[in-house]
């Protein structure tokens, strides 16, 4: 008896000495895994859709010219619309697609919006804006291909799959925030829309111009306004990226910001494109492309007339708000938080008024303002809306800046 004793106890041993280390090893891996809660809160972007209880009339995809552009929550409470922002910082177009597939697994909108800016990058860009974008999606054959498709030069698809292989350097750098959000990170969006009250007038900022525009009264200031080479560069949220990556040479790539531009967009985004196009086909979706007013980037005449031969060759519908600007009364002296490229909430809401008309108007969007259920749901959004905005415009009276957002 003894003995059947003793050779049950080893696989037992065996089974339990797996699991406290799978419990050690996936604590660890949560651990180290940047919180973004501060500073950089687009990290957080992606995850936070699963939260979401209610299904949603229009998904916006794309870049930071979705995500700071247009507001949500100013759709609900003008004309009743549901939707949701899936985008990131530069989010590419295959990412953007993989996105929209990914949101398909849980709900068909009726609309889907696509914001164009992305389509001058044909290769993937930086390792941190692909972690940004992907790290926080769920887990499927989706993510899988997302990975793949976004991969940089050097780096380990096996680095997603486990994420402590990338990040575990920053076991001896963790801070408070690592520990508080550590079972749930920090909710930072409004269904996407990454929120800013603050003002820097175009005029008193030197990232952007605005003489290509009409009616624009600078002088112009060449291929690159500003003198800005990359108006998305961000600070590395893994301290070690630069560092690890300082002798390689840049990519080069296919941007707006290039001095020797070609006048074509690449094959890889437009062939994402397509597959964003079809796939909207396929599910009955009305696909809207979008171009948001941002300064800078430039958004070039040849680009804008590709995105306009593309949108008649399939009969899309094309919402260029560069030629929008009398029409939503947006002031760049006004409504930008950042000199040009983005729009603060102010501006996010003229555009999303007029964006919202044309839904409401010209695709018929259903006005949920008197379902009960939608109705108690938006009320708890709206709660931590105005909540931020109170908090931002502390944070403005007493040390004359946004610090926390």
């Known amino acids: 008896m003894m003995d059947i004793i003793k050779k049950a106890k080893k696989p037992a041993a065996g089974v339990i000495s797996v699991g406290v280390f799978l419990v050690l090893f996936l604590g660890i891996q949560r651990l180290v895994v940047p919180k973004y809660a501060d500073g950089l809160p687009e990290g957080n972007f992606t995850a936070e859709y699963y939260d979401e209880t209610t299904d949603h009339d229009v998904i916006l995809i794309g ?3 979705v995500y700071e552009n247009i507001d949500p929550i100013c759709l609900w ?9 899936r985008g990131n910082a530069q989010q590419l177009a295959w990412q953007s697609y993989y996105m929209l597939e990914d949101t398909l697994r849980f709900e068909t909108p009726r609309v889907v919006i696509y914001n164009v800016q992305a389509l001058v990058h044909d290769r993937p860009q930086k390792e941190e804006y692909s972690r940004m974008s992907l790290d926080g999606m769920q887990w499927s054959p989706v993510k899988w291909k997302a990975i793949q498709a976004s991969l940089c030069e050097e780096e380990d698809f096996l680095d997603y799959i486990f994420p402590v292989l990338r990040y575990h350097n920053r076991i001896t750098g963790l801070q408070k925030e690592d520990f508080t959000y550590f079972h ?6 409004h269904n996407g829309y990454y929120m800013r009250i603050d003002v820097l007038p175009v005029s008193k900022s030197d990232v952007a ?8 009264e600078k002088e112009p200031a060449g291929e690159n306004p500003g003198g800005q080479e990359d108006p998305y560069d961000i600070d590395d949220p893994w301290g070690e990226i630069e560092e690890a990556h300082a002798d390689e040479p840049e990519l080069q790539s296919d941007t707006i910001t290039d001095k020797k531009r070609r006048e074509t967009f690449g094959r890889l ?17 009305r696909l809207i492309l979008m171009k948001a007013p941002s300064l800078a980037p430039r958004w070039y005449e040849s680009d804008n007339r590709q995105v306009v031969e593309y ?14 600007l009398e029409e939503t009364g947006l002031d760049y002296e006004k409504d930008t938080y950042d000199g040009g490229l983005h729009m603060n909430l102010s501006g996010a809401d003229k555009l999303t008024k007029y964006l919202g008309k044309v839904l409401a ?13 939608y109705a108690s749901i938006y009320r708890q959004k709206e709660k931590f809306y105005q909540d931020m ?11 004359g800046e946004i610090r926390s957002y």
């Open 63 to 65: 870049d930071c010219e």
């Open 77 to 85: 409470s003008e004309y009743g619309i549901t939707s949701y922002i």
């Open 184 to 189: 749930k990170r920090k909710k930072v969006t």
């Open 209 to 216: 111009d605005i003489s290509w525009l009409p009616g624009g």
């Open 269 to 285: 985004p437009m062939e994402y494109l397509d597959r964003i196009r079809r796939l909207c086909e396929e599910k009955g979706i």
């Open 311 to 324: 949108a008649e060759r399939y009969d899309l519908p094309y919402i260029n708000f560069y030629d929008l």
């Open 361 to 373: 108007e010209d695709y018929h969007m259903p006005d949920h303002r008197k379902d009960s259920w």
């Open 389 to 399: 905005i109170t908090a931002q415009q502390a944070e403005l009276e007493r040390f």
